[in-house]
């Protein structure tokens, strides 16, 4: 199984820090079986006018990764992505791009007891866009297959 991820925002904040506000953060994961495959899975991570840390990107994000691979005998959950519909995620892009072509991509879900399982783990995965900081977006993830790309 393969995995992209865009990531586009837009706000401000003082990193490291709970102050900041961003107008809107979002996140869009796609899944596919492998270079052939035409059929894409889309799920959305979204967070719209955000006060404190929860989400953040500084002044604007706009970037998307290639696909990358997913170790499915490690990554059990990525063989059907659609149960993850529902779930409360943080999903960080770190490295500033472009002055960096790569970044490293952290997806947690968390339970309704509050307890983290961080479900992908990559570092240095090539990325096409802008970011001029680290991004963060906090939500739930939706369904997002009848949507348009906006990358």
């Not at 990764?65 to 999903?91: C, R, S």
Request: charged fraction near 20%; include cysteine; glycine fraction near 10%.
């Amino acid at each position: 199984m393969q995995m992209k991820i865009g990531c586009i925002g837009a706000g401000i904040g003082i990193p490291r820090t709970p102050i900041g506000v961003s107008a809107m953060n979002m996140v869009k994961m796609f899944f596919r079986h492998g270079p052939t495959d035409k059929k894409e899975i889309c799920l959305n991570v979204n967070d719209h006018l955000c006060f404190g840390g929860k989400s953040g990107a500084f002044l604007f994000t706009g970037i998307q990764t290639e696909y990358f691979q997913l170790n499915l005998k490690k990554d059990t959950w990525a063989t059907a992505p659609y149960h993850l519909v529902g779930k409360k995620a943080i999903v960080e892009m770190v490295a500033v791009v472009p002055i960096n072509l790569k970044v490293d991509i952290l997806v947690t879900t968390i339970d309704r007891y509050g307890d983290k399982t961080v479900i992908v783990d990559k570092i240095g995965i090539p990325v096409k866009g802008i970011q001029c900081s680290n991004s963060k977006v906090t939500g739930i993830i939706e369904d997002g297959s009848n949507t348009l790309e906006y990358l």
